[in-house]
């Protein structure tokens, strides 16, 4: 790698010596490499580049420690002061904020403050709406007003994002796309049309670019103590210079402890709620409250640059493809990015406030030789400052937010990965809403710390590794099945060993190694190898890795290259047969005196039927979905099967609660939750790693099944939907819990088997169905199949925001009993509901559909695709979407047939027909 720092006029003896000594330590000394310091240079400063005194003085912050609150927010920067300006705006006046300096004083101070409005995530688009909405709001109830006039600094100059190839423009295109739904203008521009925005850029490589011109900048400072000054003005009461020195808990129902107290260097506060917004220090504060929080803290870096001739005004600039951004800077640059070897900061320093690192070179120097090499004019530019934080990093680059799992009343707003500012006005909405009303308006399951099983957050190098990759792919383009490299086979079932010999091609979900897709005829195994770090930090890269080549099979938008093995899974289980293992999923024993109270108010569908297995849903009290997942009465016989004995000598019921894998600790936690408030004398157990699950599915399946036990097949008990029953296997007497039922919309039977028994019962089924070309299949195959017969995934077609009425699953909500929810869902069934999900299917399409594309009808935006599917004959495209209607219109596949419907990817619309469901399924 070259390091064109030729001209860059820096004046530090070190800084020469050290730049000197490690580009000849590389062997790319250049020729024209001239002197980094000159008679007319300056030294560099170490400092951000703009005011950092808190504007919030002495006489409007409170410095009386309260004796309690209704809440207690941890922490000083913009997600701390956010949360506490939208409690207060929801009403909570009683809510206090401990600062163990000044505000700002943590990462948010030397944040660069980026605000960039289009991502590939429709929430992620809607919370940085609210910030941007709220920095531009001059209304007499906007923050401006509130904070009695204080100017965040807001400066709407947009933003450009460069793509130096077709694939990564497409990326743009789609961003382009799914911001058409939320009303974000943005343009492709041509690298002329690039030239003529940012004349300083240099496009002789550039592909295209997206120009956002809504985007900007704000002063970490301003906007942070904009939110505080807000609140005050609502009654909160901001505390600086206090440090906490712990947090008490109590004992509380169902063995779980709750937040009782905070302890301070100057007192104690009384309260149930606390929020942690401690940034990089967040780990510290949950420890002393027993809660694991998963992040890891890295130093990252950005220069500014001494006043540049023609830069004012020039959009920021995001280069991904370089690993760069390019921010405006007064007359200047700020310039940075994401690199493979990041410095992990083991310890933050408690008094670490206000303070930088010394930059390291070796590091950073390869952001420079992007920056010259987009913008050449940076090369006879002198550097004003370095700037060198901690940041803190999530396993998935996504922030950690929402009430722990461990304790209750122990909130998380931390983990923003460098994006905390542009998230600080949408994330502090939602956190305010979880703690008021018990749930955020939004779906906030990306990052909601549930989404992670506490199993493995506090595995050291599990966070570490993922942390890393995180960071080091955070320009990476977004495929649309990307899997981690870090981090993996953490939680194997017995299985493991059997389908990677059969070419299995395992994904990870929640910790599990599950099964993705199947290679056919491979002489190599694609074994998960332990994370290479990019060969970085003396570790040597893998080289000729089987699983990665296999997995970047994927790495397209357009057809990947094992599309068609996964088809041919498709075909087989629709003509013949194909086994799944779906042992990753969510497995659980609800049990207790009160059980069947519990199930009857937690489970929207009827359970009455002790020999029927219930597909259902969880609600909240709004309605929307919590899950969707299957439920049964276990009988008497099934128990020891499930290892759970012979059951209660009260006789109450035992019920048994399968859902996915990946949602498995939502669900439980949803569960326990209920349970608390309810009172309800019952218990939930995870049995997940105790039972295995394999489902053989297709017009063979009771033919192999037959094949292997005595039990007869043919009767009513057996071959109705729904039913469940015990039976022996033929081969070595094992006991299997049959379930009738199918999530690809074929003939088929999951079989529920102790886990030590899983890998011969495996092994009989596959022995078995050999003759009626029965084959291994995975979950890409489950998920291509399932959306052609319309069912519906929770969490990309099903959400926390949508109802089972609009879902169109309202025949799973019981009309003669009670349970959480109903009210609203009997409200809509009366008055009507505004929206419903539909299904579009596309005759042709030259690009495959992968969700969030634009929805038009009638020449007007109105919804993007939620969840994306292929039909396995056909090959038609189809999308499901949510569209708004009015309340009183009965949608039929006649009135939609009469609109014209569009899907449009990337910048190009197609025609498709609309259904009320999907035409494809098998009634």
């Known amino acids: 790698m070259a390091f064109f720092m030729s001209s860059i006029r820096i004046a530090s003896n070190y800084l020469r010596s050290h730049v000197h000594a490690s580009m000849q330590s590389h062997g790319h000394w250049n020729n024209s490499y001239r002197t980094l310091c000159t ?7 170490s400092g951000v580049p703009y005011d950092t005194s808190s504007k919030i003085d002495a006489a409007t912050s409170s410095h009386q420690l309260p004796s ?17 300006y939208h409690l207060t705006k929801l009403g909570m006046k009683n809510v206090v904020l401990l600062e163990r300096s000044k505000l700002t004083a943590g990462t948010t101070w030397h944040s660069a403050g980026l605000v960039w409005r289009l991502r590939p995530s429709d929430i992620t688009i809607e919370l940085l709406a609210r910030t941007r909405d709220l920095l531009v709001d001059t209304s007499a109830t906007g923050l401006q007003a509130e904070s009695q006039g204080l100017d965040a600094g807001w400066i709407q100059n947009g933003g450009l994002f460069v793509a130096n190839t077709k694939e990564r423009l497409d990326e743009y295109k789609r961003l382009m796309t799914l911001g058409k739904c939320f009303g ?47 609140a005050i003005h609502h009654g909160a009461k901001i505390v600086e210079n206090c440090a906490v020195t712990g947090i008490e808990t109590k004992e509380s129902a169902l063995s779980s402890r709750q937040v009782s107290a905070v302890h301070t260097d100057q007192g104690t506060i009384n309260t149930s709620c606390v929020v942690n917004c401690a940034g990089g220090w967040a780990p510290s504060v949950g420890a002393m409250a027993g809660v694991t929080v998963p992040l890891v803290a890295m130093k990252h870096a950005y220069v500014v640059t001494e006043a540049i001739e023609g830069i004012r005004n020039c959009p920021n600039v995001r280069d991904h493809d370089l690993s760069l951004y390019l921010k405006l800077q007064g007359d200047g640059l700020s310039l940075g990015g994401y690199e493979n070897n990041p410095i992990f900061v083991d310890e933050l320093p408690g008094d670490f406030n206000f303070s930088l690192y010394d930059l390291d070179w070796d590091v950073f120097s390869t952001h420079l030789t992007s920056a010259i090499h987009r913008v050449p004019h940076l090369e006879n530019v002198g550097m004003k400052s370095t700037v060198s934080g901690p940041e803190s990093f999530t396993a998935d680059h996504q922030p950690l937010m929402g009430e722990s799992p461990e304790v209750r009343g122990f909130y998380l707003s931390c983990g923003y990965n460098s994006s905390g500012i542009m998230l600080s006005g949408g ?63 953490l939680r194997k079932d017995p299985l493991h060993e059997e389908l990677m010999k059969a070419g299995c091609v395992y994904q990870e979900r929640h910790g599990w190694e599950r099964p993705g897709w199947f290679m056919q005829d491979s002489e190599k195994l694609a074994e998960v190898l332990p994370y290479d770090y990019y060969g970085e930090y003396g570790n040597e890269k893998h080289t000729d890795y089987t699983y990665k080549q296999a997995v970047q099979q994927d790495y397209k938008f357009s057809y990947p290259d094992c599309f068609e093995t996964i088809m041919s899974e498709c075909k087989a289980c629709r003509e013949d047969g194909a086994l799944f293992n779906m042992s990753y999923f969510g497995k659980f024993l609800l049990r207790g005196r009160d059980a069947r109270k519990a199930a009857d108010w937690l489970f929207t569908n009827d359970i009455g039927a002790k020999d029927r297995l219930v597909y259902t849903c969880m609600l909240n009290k709004d309605g929307g979905t919590e899950s969707d997942l299957t439920v049964a009465s276990v009988p008497p016989s099934v128990l020891p099967i499930l290892g759970a004995g012979s059951g ?106 102790p886990s030590e028994s ?101 020449g007007t935006v109105v919804s993007y695709v939620r969840r994306a599917g292929v039909a396995q004959a056909s090959r038609q495209w189809l999308a499901f979407a949510y569209i708004d209607k009015p309340a009183e219109e009965k949608l039929t596949n006649a009135v939609l047939a009469n609109r014209n419907y569009e899907i449009e990817q990337m910048g190009i619309k197609t025609p498709a027909r609309a259904y009320l469901r999907s035409p494809f399924s098998k009634k």
């Not at 008679?39 to 400063?45: E, G």
């Open 648 to 753: 209660g000598s009260d006789g109450s019921e035992t019920f048994y609660v399968a859902c996915g894998g990946a949602v498995a600790t939502y669900v439980q936690q949803h569960v326990l939750r209920v349970l608390r408030e309810k009172q309800f004398d019952a218990q939930l157990v995870d049995v997940s790693d105790k039972l295995g699950l394999l489902s053989l599915q297709g017009p063979v399946s009771r033919k192999v099944l037959q094949q292997c036990t005595d039990t007869d097949l043919s009767t009513a008990d057996t071959t109705a939907y729904g039913r469940h029953f015990a039976m022996t296997l033929n081969g070595g007497g094992e006991q299997v819990w049959a379930m009738r039922m199918s999530f690809v919309g074929e003939y088929g039977y999951e079989l529920h088997v």
């Open 184 to 230: 974000i203008e943005s343009s492709v521009l041509s690298p002329a049309e690039t030239k003529d925005l940012y004349p300083l850029m240099n496009v002789s490589d550039v592909y295209g670019t997206l120009y956002s011109p809504g985007d900007g900048i704000v002063e970490p400072s301003g906007i942070t103590a904009a939110y505080g000054r807000a």
């Open 39 to 45: 008679s007319s240079c300056r030294s560099v400063d």
């Open 758 to 858: 899983l890998l011969a019962v495996y092994r009989q089924m596959m022995s078995a169905g050999r003759e009626y070309g029965v084959c291994n299949a995975g979950y890409r195959a489950i998920d291509l199949l399932s959306a052609e017969q319309g069912y519906h995934h929770w969490h990309s077609d099903l959400r926390t925001t949508d109802t089972p009425v609009e879902a169109g699953l309202g025949f799973v909500c019981s009309r003669s009993k009670d349970y959480l929810g109903k009210d609203a869902v009997e409200q809509q069934r009366a008055s009507g509901h505004t929206r419903q999900r539909i299904c579009l299917v596309m005759d042709s399409s030259e690009e495959p559909l992968h969700g969030n594309e634009a929805v038009w009808c009638n």
């Open 68 to 84: 309690s609150a209704d809440a207690v927010i941890i922490g000083g920067g913009a997600a701390g002061c956010s949360a506490l």
């Open 427 to 489: 994330c502090g909405q939602q956190i305010a809403e979880w703690i008021v009303h018990g749930k955020p308006s939004l779906d906030m399951f990306a990052f909601d710390i549930r989404r992670f099983g506490t199993s493995y957050t506090d595995n050291v190098q599990w966070c570490r590794q993922r942390s890393h990759e995180s960071y080091a792919k955070n320009y990476s383009i977004v495929f649309p099945h990307d899997e981690p490299m870090a981090g993996r086979n």
